[in-house]
């Protein structure tokens, strides 16, 4: 008598598998869920970044070691490095780039 069977209506099993489906679904949409608003920032700044980019010319763009064609794969690593909480490549870094003032240049004013 080490061990002691309790019997119980095969319904009542099937009834608890059922409720262990519906916890374990309701586990994984509030996950999704909950992950929507940082997927969508993220999506924001990687269209943002590539208008950034976008907006450069092509000169400005070879001297960060980029041609226009990298533009997407660029936006798209540069977040998906810091989620994953590595460091992003060096030209992903430019996620926030803001206009400078013109450098007065004494040669330019005579």
Same mark, same amino acid.
């Given at each position: ?12 099993? *099937?009834? &608890? ?5 519906? =916890?374990? @679904? /309701?586990?994984?949409? !509030?996950?999704?869920? %909950?992950?929507? +608003? ?10 943002? *970044?590539? &208008? ?5 010319? =092509?000169? @400005? /763009?070879?001297?960060? !070691?980029?041609?226009? %064609?990298?533009? +997407? ?38």
């Amino acid at each position: 008598m080490n061990a002691i069977h309790t019997v119980q209506n095969p319904l009542d099993i *099937l009834i &608890r598998a059922r409720h262990m489906q519906e =916890d374990a @679904l /309701l586990t994984v949409l !509030g996950r999704a869920l %909950s992950a929507l +608003p940082k997927m969508a920032v993220r999506a924001l700044r990687q269209a943002e *970044l590539r &208008r950034q980019l976008d907006a450069l010319d =092509d000169h @400005l /763009l070879a001297d960060i !070691g980029l041609h226009r %064609s990298d533009i +997407p794969a660029v936006a798209a690593r540069s977040y998906l490095a810091q989620d994953a909480k590595h460091p992003a490549p060096q030209a992903a870094e430019l996620h926030i780039l803001q206009p400078t003032a013109p450098v007065a240049d004494a040669r330019l004013a005579a």
